[in-house]
């Protein structure tokens, strides 16, 4: 049997936490800005989790077991 490689793109897009949740950087920061308000930009440069729905997906990239 092979060994499991990690997705390149994934292990730099998704970081894991202390608790095993796993966190992501917000779209939408770019350009475009000044559209946006000022509240609106400063919470899009703090990072999420990812959702329960994705999670099993991006376990499976980063080679994460349960």
Same mark, same amino acid.
């Given at each position: 049997m092979p060994k499991m490689k990690?997705? &390149? &793109?994934?292990k730099k897009r998704f970081k894991l936490?202390?608790?095993g949740k796993v966190?992501? #950087?917000n779209a939408y920061t770019s350009h475009i800005l000044t559209k946006k308000s000022t #509240? !609106? #930009?400063r919470a899009l440069g703090q990072t999420s989790l990812v959702s329960d729905a994705d999670m099993g997906?991006? !376990?499976r990239m980063l080679c994460?077991? #349960?």
């Open positions: 990690t997705c &390149s &793109s994934a936490t202390g608790t966190a992501r #950087k #509240k !609106r #930009k997906n991006v !376990r994460i077991g #349960k």
